[in-house]
T-cell receptor
Framework: DAKTTQPNSMESNEEEPVHLPCNHSTISGTDYIHWYRQLPSQGPEYVIHGLTSNVNNRMASLAIAEDRKSSTLILHRATLRDAAVYYCILSRETSGSRLTFGEGTQLTVNP | KAGVTQTPRYLIKTRGQQVTLSCSPISGHRSVSWYQQTPGQGLQFLFEYFSETQRNKGNFPGRFSGRQFSNSRSEMNVSTLELGDSALYLC?????????????FGQGTRLTVV
C-alpha cells in the first residue's frame, strides 16, 4: 500500500477553519484518498473520500492537488466535537475494502 | 438505519482460552472487515470477508480466524489467547469490496486477557 505522511498533531480554535494536510507522493492512479477520524473511546468514523476532483460533503471538504501527491482535509468551522485523530488513507480500487491506518493527526480544538 | 453492531462490548478472558466476537453489518452491506487496535501498534487490519469469502488477510497468526454468514453477519475467533491479544477489536462494514467504498465502523469489543 502507498504510504501517507501526516503531522502528528495540530491545534485549532473553535469556529475557525482547519486545514489538515496529507502527503502521498507514491500514490498510484487507482488509489482513492480516504479520510477517517476517531474520537476518544469510539470506532473510526468515515469523513470523506475522493479520487481526482475536490469533494464536499456535510462534514468536510477534500482538496486534492493536481498531481495527486498531496491532499488537504478542510473542516470549515471547527467545533469541540471535531477534536479527534484524523487518518488519511490510500485505498487501491482492487485491494478490497482493506484500510491501512497510519498514526494520523491528533487535532486539538481550543474553546 | 441501524449502524454496525458489535457484541459483546467488553470481555475478560484468561490466557489459553478462546473467544468469539460478533459483528452485524449495516443492512445491505456485504463486506465486513476486522481490525485490532492497541496503543503500541495502532489500528491493524485482520481480515475482510465479502459474500462469505475471505478476500484479504492481514499479518496475524493463524490463531486469528473469522467467517461470514449468508446474512453478512461475521464472527472472529481467537484461540489460545495471549496477554498481547488484549485490544479493541473493531468491525467495519461496506456495501462493496472496492477501494472506492466507504467503511462504517462499530464501537468495538474491548478484550482483556488476564
Amino acid at each position: 500500500d502507498a504510504k501517507t505522511t501526516q503531522p502528528n498533531s495540530m491545534e485549532s480554535n473553535e469556529e475557525e477553519p482547519v486545514h489538515l494536510p496529507c502527503n502521498h507522493s507514491t500514490i498510484s492512479g487507482t488509489d482513492y484518498i480516504h479520510w477517517y477520524r476517531q474520537l476518544p473511546s469510539q470506532g473510526p468514523e468515515y469523513v470523506i473520500h475522493g479520487l481526482t476532483s475536490n469533494v464536499n460533503n456535510r462534514m468536510a471538504s477534500l482538496a486534492i492537488a493536481e498531481d495527486r501527491k498531496s491532499s488537504t482535509l478542510i473542516l470549515h468551522r471547527a467545533t469541540l466535537r471535531d477534536a479527534a485523530v484524523y487518518y488519511c488513507i490510500l485505498s487501491r480500487e482492487t485491494s478490497g475494502s482493506r484500510l491501512t491506518f497510519g498514526e494520523g493527526t491528533q487535532l486539538t480544538v481550543n474553546p | 438505519k441501524a449502524g454496525v453492531t458489535q457484541t459483546p462490548r467488553y470481555l475478560i478472558k484468561t490466557r489459553g482460552q478462546q473467544v468469539t466476537l460478533s459483528c452485524s453489518p449495516i443492512s445491505g452491506h456485504r463486506s465486513v472487515s476486522w481490525y485490532q487496535q492497541t496503543p503500541g501498534q495502532g489500528l491493524q487490519f485482520l481480515f475482510e470477508y465479502f459474500s462469505e469469502t475471505q478476500r484479504n488477510k492481514g499479518n496475524f497468526p493463524g490463531r486469528f480466524s473469522g467467517r461470514q454468514f449468508s446474512n453478512s453477519r461475521s464472527e472472529m475467533n481467537v484461540s489460545t489467547l495471549e496477554l498481547g491479544d488484549s485490544a479493541l477489536y473493531l468491525c467495519a462494514s461496506s456495501w462493496g469490496s472496492e477501494g472506492r467504498t466507504e467503511a462504517f465502523f462499530g464501537q468495538g469489543t474491548r478484550l482483556t486477557v488476564v
